[in-house]
């Protein structure tokens, strides 16, 4: 699907640098932007073009807002009109849904993005989603006190502490669930390693984040040349599955590593009955992608899912056509269906000739109210 992704304030910026330096040669990134009021930290970014960032609200002069989400929110609502008019010169009105990425608990995106998202959805008869990166309740702890010093105390590798980022996060997630069709949270805190601060993982949470989009809205975008999916995944399938109401969505993703066929048909067997069969065991194509299934959905997802149950659940599986087992992923799809409870399952199959691995992809949406969406929300009952 062709998807045009807004990467708003600081954390939203460093995710569209991300992808831009990982996928930015993909096929479903149709447009990508970074929008901020802070020149600093637009001028950060490394493998976004200088021409697709672009600085927003003079009012705030060049710098960022502090965590003032009542400020950025007026920024919102008088520069949404003009954000909407830069994204111009790449052809939004070509894209098949548009994506908000934001942390949840800063001030410039996150109240920048509840007005964006509802121009953008005046403009285009198209879904508009958000990631919405979820503060670590280490970012809302008051200051450590140093037992020797006496004094407050904030080491340089610790996560800058915004007291207000709970609060700001309950506010825009309140905000983005009516113009947003759906809502991806990323939740940072479920991410960290024992003993690793926010600085340390950034880098590699950004990955995470940018991979997970990558093989959600990527899924199924291969090249003229490349394999034809026998079940075509496209924006209306993930667009059924996520639903139009604002509700949570979650992204499961796994890997497994496979050898390739030494020879046959780059069609494969198992997928699509070639007359030429390539050397891949069946117990084997079997078991992969039956283990790439589970992990999907068992690993970590983007935010935890409530005893992994889900309204809707959408099942994309990828890799090498003569991995593809056609009977492994329909028993995949059954298992799916009574581990999430979902009355709804769709499926898609994304073959890559080249790929050395096999993926799986488990989308759930109308999930129960995870525990720490729950506990952000609760910060400003």
């Given at each position: 699907?062709?998807?045009?992704?807004?990467?708003?304030?600081?954390?939203?910026?460093?995710?569209?640098?991300?992808?831009?330096?990982?996928?930015?040669?993909?096929?479903?990134?149709?447009?990508?932007?970074?929008?901020?009021?802070?020149?600093?930290?637009?001028?950060?970014?490394?493998?976004?073009?200088?021409?697709?960032?672009?600085?927003?609200?003079?009012?705030?002069?060049?710098?960022?807002?502090?965590?003032?989400?009542?400020?950025?929110?007026?920024?919102?609502?008088?520069?949404?009109?003009?954000?909407g008019r830069v994204m111009d010169d790449e052809s939004p009105s070509a894209a098949e849904a548009f994506l908000l990425v934001v942390g949840l608990g800063g001030g410039a995106g996150?109240?920048?993005?509840?007005?964006?998202?509802?121009?953008?959805?005046?403009?285009?008869?198209?879904?508009?989603?958000?990631?919405?990166?979820?503060?670590?309740?280490?970012?809302?702890?008051?200051?450590?006190?140093?037992?020797?010093?006496?004094?407050?105390?904030?080491?340089?590798?610790?996560?800058?502490?915004?007291?207000?980022?709970?609060?700001?996060?309950?506010?825009?997630?309140?905000?983005?669930s009516d113009p947003c069709a759906a809502l991806f949270p990323f939740d940072n805190d479920a991410w960290l390693r024992p003993g690793e601060t926010l600085p340390d993982a950034?880098?590699?949470?950004?990955?995470?984040?940018?991979?997970?989009?990558?093989?959600?809205?990527?899924?199924?975008?291969?090249?003229?040349?490349?394999?034809?999916?026998?079940?075509?995944?496209?924006?209306?399938?993930?667009?059924?599955?996520?639903?139009?109401?604002?509700?949570?969505?979650?992204?499961?993703?796994?890997?497994?590593?496979?050898?390739?066929?030494?020879?046959?048909?780059?069609?494969?067997?198992?997928?699509?009955?070639?007359?030429?069969?390539?050397?891949?065991?069946?117990?084997?194509?079997?078991?992969?992608?039956?283990?790439?299934?589970?992990?999907?959905?068992?690993?970590?997802?983007?935010?935890?899912?409530?005893?992994?149950?889900?309204?809707?659940?959408?099942?994309?599986?990828?890799?090498?056509?003569?991995?593809?087992?056609?009977?492994?992923?329909?028993?995949?799809?059954?298992?799916?269906?009574?581990?999430?409870?979902?009355?709804?399952?769709?499926?898609?199959?994304?073959?890559?000739?080249?790929?050395?691995?096999?993926?799986?992809?488990?989308?759930?949406?109308?999930?129960?109210?995870?525990?720490?969406?729950?506990?952000?929300?609760?910060?400003?009952?």
């Amino acid at each position: 699907m062709r998807l045009h992704v807004i990467g708003l304030g600081g954390a939203g910026g460093r995710i569209a640098d991300r992808l831009a330096a990982d996928h930015g040669g993909d096929r479903f990134l149709h447009g990508l932007n970074a929008f901020d009021t802070d020149a600093a930290a637009l001028d950060a970014l490394r493998s976004l073009d200088e021409s697709r960032r672009y600085r927003f609200g003079d009012a705030a002069d060049g710098s960022g807002l502090d965590g003032d989400l009542h400020a950025a929110r007026r920024l919102g609502d008088a520069h949404a009109s003009e954000l909407g008019r830069v994204m111009d010169d790449e052809s939004p009105s070509a894209a098949e849904a548009f994506l908000l990425v934001v942390g949840l608990g800063g001030g410039a995106g996150a109240g920048a993005a509840p007005a964006l998202a509802g121009e953008l959805s005046r403009l285009y008869d198209v879904p508009v989603y958000a990631v919405g990166l979820l503060p670590t309740p280490a970012e809302s702890a008051s200051s450590e006190v140093d037992p020797v010093r006496g004094s407050a105390t904030e080491p340089e590798d610790r996560a800058p502490r915004r007291p207000l980022a709970e609060k700001n996060a309950a506010r825009t997630l309140d905000g983005l669930s009516d113009p947003c069709a759906a809502l991806f949270p990323f939740d940072n805190d479920a991410w960290l390693r024992p003993g690793e601060t926010l600085p340390d993982a950034r880098d590699r949470l950004n990955g995470v984040v940018a991979d997970r989009i990558a093989a959600l809205f990527g899924a199924g975008e291969a090249g003229e040349a490349e394999s034809t999916p026998q079940q075509v995944l496209d924006a209306s399938d993930v667009a059924r599955a996520v639903g139009d109401d604002g509700e949570i969505a979650a992204i499961g993703h796994a890997t497994q590593a496979v050898e390739p066929p030494e020879s046959g048909s780059r069609f494969g067997l198992g997928l699509f009955g070639s007359s030429e069969p390539a050397e891949v065991d069946t117990g084997e194509a079997v078991s992969a992608i039956e283990t790439t299934i589970r992990k999907a959905a068992r690993g970590k997802s983007t935010v935890e899912v409530p005893e992994g149950r889900a309204d809707r659940t959408l099942l994309v599986v990828g890799g090498p056509p003569a991995w593809l087992n056609r009977q492994a992923i329909a028993d995949g799809r059954r298992w799916l269906a009574e581990e999430t409870g979902s009355d709804a399952i769709l499926s898609g199959d994304a073959p890559e000739p080249d790929a050395e691995a096999v993926f799986a992809v488990v989308l759930r949406s109308g999930v129960d109210e995870p525990a720490r969406v729950r506990e952000i929300r609760e910060s400003i009952a």
